[in-house]
């Protein structure tokens, strides 16, 4: 075993004193590298979810699963359109009359009790969005897979 200075005793494999001091600077460095995580972090990680559907930030719900979203009509398609791509999620206009515009959004894959679909549509000047959730399965008392019966 040889002596380095101040660095004590070297053995096999160990090159170092051990775990650095966390010094002012390097703190600041690491309080800056956590505060860029948490801006660039995306924003759906804390967006409401309802059914497993994402909804905008602005979003408040008015009732059961449909929402008020202080955005402009345009402004939440866009929002819908990040989150769930037109080549994934199809669309097709549900409303043909003038003053109000209409765009369903499907989900390819819906889950039992999750979201099947979403209405985005504007009325009298206001953005709302409604959640249509896919119905429950049926749970089976057996398992051999019969629906239990009716009470």
């Known amino acids: 075993m040889r002596t380095i200075g101040r660095l004590g005793s070297l053995r096999r494999g160990q090159g170092h004193e051990g775990p650095r001091r966390l010094t002012p600077a390097l703190r600041a460095g690491y309080m800056a590298a956590l505060v ?4 660039v972090a995306p924003a759906s990680a804390w967006a409401e979810r309802v059914a497993g559907a994402v909804l905008p ?13 202080a955005k402009s009509y345009e402004d939440t398609l866009k929002f819908f359109k990040a989150h769930y791509p037109p080549q994934k999620f199809p669309r097709r206009a549900i409303v043909h009359q003038p003053k109000i515009q209409a765009v369903h959004i499907e989900n390819p894959a819906p ?13 009298e000047g206001e953005t709302r969005v409604y959640v249509l959730v896919a119905p429950a399965a049926e749970r089976s008392e057996k398992k051999g897979g019969k629906k239990a019966a009716p009470h």
């Open 57 to 69: 930030d602005e979003a408040r719900q008015i009732g059961g699963t449909r929402y008020r979203v």
């Open 36 to 39: 860029a995580t948490l801006l």
């Open 111 to 123: 889950r039992p009790g999750g979201w099947d679909g979403l209405n985005v549509y504007e009325l």
